[in-house]
């Protein structure tokens, strides 16, 4: 095994909660045996202007001793008792801050479990600024979800939602969540092209139905479980561009579930054959 130089151990004694000049000093004396300041400091680098300090430091963790002999010397203990000394201290360290760190985590979770107890009890108005704010919001809504997700937008809106969000949505249907979505009726080739592909990806998911809103959709919003709702501030913007309104207020989900619900009993079950 090759030897450790000089640096190396300093900062092995750095990482044992030495200082950088504790590490030098105390290595220096460890060498020496027994050694005057000036000679401490000539052999470790450090200005001698700051030896005092440091060795004041290293006989109060009992690393080195004060001589009386005139002028003065300091003695070190053994390099080899002086690193189990650290390790012991570093192991009785880590342990004490194992013990903080999970009372702290118990502590945060008890106030995350009474902070989340309350916001479900107090309804909620939230502003979402847009961009990359209003699409982690949809991604958590879908995430989140239980048992619906019911949607009104138009249909721009729609297919960036769908490749958007295809593998959340995929997910949420895996686990038993029911989507219900209602956009606006294709108006050419393309679009209903696009509709075909997006029925090609969703086949084997039943759960998974779509209707077409024959007039243009003003309104964009989503609701999750019957609990949570958001209403995008612009129907024709992108998802990240398009600030809204996120609420678990009772009575703003009730108006907005009953807007769905006409939305998609008035609209059609499929785009008929003539497109």
Known sequence: MVP???????????QLGLTYRQAKVYLAVANLG????????????VPRQHIYQVMSKLQGLGLVHRVITAPITFKAIPLREGLFFLMSNRVHEVADLQVKTRKLLQDLMEKNNAETTQQEETPQFVLVPGKKATKRQVMQSIENAKTTIDVVCTWHRYLEAVYTYVAVHKKAMERGVRIRQVTELPKDKESVAHAR???QIFKKYPSNKVRYFPTSITTVVALSDQKEMFVASSPTKKIDGSPGLWSNNTCLIEMAQNYFDIMWRTALREIPEEH
């Open 34 to 45: 027994k050694a005057r300041v000036r000679t401490i400091s000539k052999f470790s680098e």
């Open 4 to 14: 450790a130089s000089q640096d190396e151990k300093v900062q092995t004694l750095v």
């Open 197 to 199: 592909k997006i029925e």
